[in-house]
């Protein structure tokens, strides 16, 4: 009884413990993307302490958090900047395409550009993941994001759903928006980056 008590006392330390960093984590992130070009830094450190966390060789959340944004700042920024750049002229390609009215060939287009969306999105959660977790060059991060995208695309779906299925819950109604912000802004970013991280270190093992 006593030992059953113990393992029990120690997975709810654990759990709990868990949560705590979950909670630090979040508040990083949110904190050090608020001048939104750091957000790509921001996130490669997110993912780099995240990495720590799975594989249990985490140290100090927050000294982690910082050397990873640090070290990461570079490519992360210009990351975040491309990936940026090619979300707002997507965004633009549907507008016109909307505004023109094109009928059967404008929904062919639309097809397409949800396509090529669907590889931005794609390749930038893995080229967030390959930065935290390798030592490459922006272009082989970007070279790389392609072919696991395209490689490893049951995943890759399975990643995006993993992104916007909470988004879709979040604006069912005005009680959902509520709790999606409140889960936004306490646990839900490192908690999606905790789901995530899992399934690129599996990836990753035939990387």
Same mark, same amino acid.
Not at 46 to 67: D, G, H, P, T, W
Not at 98 to 120: H, K, P, R, T, Y
């Given at each position: 009884?006593?030992?059953?008590?113990?393992?029990?006392?120690?997975?709810?330390?654990?759990?709990?413990?868990?949560?705590?960093?979950?909670?630090?984590?979040?508040?990083?992130?949110?904190?050090? *993307?608020?001048?939104?070009?750091?957000?790509?830094? *921001?996130?490669?450190?997110?993912?780099?302490?995240?990495?720590?966390?799975?594989?249990?060789?985490?140290?100090?959340?927050?000294?982690?958090?910082?050397?990873?944004?640090?070290?990461?700042?570079?490519?992360?920024?210009?990351?975040?900047?491309?990936?940026?750049?090619?979300?707002?002229?997507?965004?633009?390609?549907?507008?016109?395409?909307?505004?023109?009215?094109?009928?059967?060939?404008?929904?062919?287009?639309?097809?397409?550009?949800?396509?090529?969306?669907?590889?931005?999105?794609?390749?930038?959660?893995?080229?967030?993941?390959?930065?935290?977790?390798?030592?490459?060059?922006?272009?082989?991060?970007?070279?790389?994001?392609?072919?696991?995208?395209?490689?490893?695309?049951?995943?890759?779906?399975?990643?995006?759903?993993?992104?916007?299925?909470?988004?879709?819950?979040?604006?069912?109604?005005?009680?959902?928006?509520?709790?999606?912000?409140?889960?936004?802004?306490?646990?839900?970013?490192?908690?999606?980056?905790?789901?995530?991280?899992?399934?690129?270190?599996?990836?990753?093992?035939?990387?």
């Amino acid at each position: 009884m006593y030992i059953l008590k113990n393992i029990s006392d120690h997975i709810i330390f654990r759990f709990l413990s868990r949560i705590t960093d979950f909670f630090l984590l979040n508040i990083l992130w949110i904190i050090f *993307s608020i001048p939104l070009f750091t957000m790509g830094a *921001s996130t490669a450190a997110l993912y780099s302490v995240m990495f720590k966390l799975i594989q249990k060789n985490e140290s100090y959340i927050a000294r982690e958090f910082f050397y990873a944004f640090k070290n990461n700042f570079k490519q992360g920024t210009a990351l975040w900047f491309g990936s940026l750049f090619l979300q707002l002229i997507l965004t633009a390609d549907f507008l016109i395409i909307w505004q023109m009215d094109l009928a059967f060939l404008g929904n062919i287009l639309f097809v397409f550009l949800f396509i090529i969306e669907f590889f931005v999105i794609s390749m930038s959660l893995y080229a967030y993941a390959l930065i935290a977790r390798y030592t490459l060059s922006l272009s082989a991060v970007i070279k790389n994001s392609f072919l696991l995208s395209f490689g490893r695309l049951p995943y890759s779906m399975l990643m995006i759903l993993i992104c916007l299925l909470p988004v879709i819950l979040t604006c069912l109604n005005l009680y959902t928006l509520l709790a999606g912000i409140l889960f936004y802004f306490t646990i839900g970013i490192s908690l999606l980056c905790w789901l995530l991280s899992n399934i690129s270190l599996y990836i990753f093992q035939f990387f």
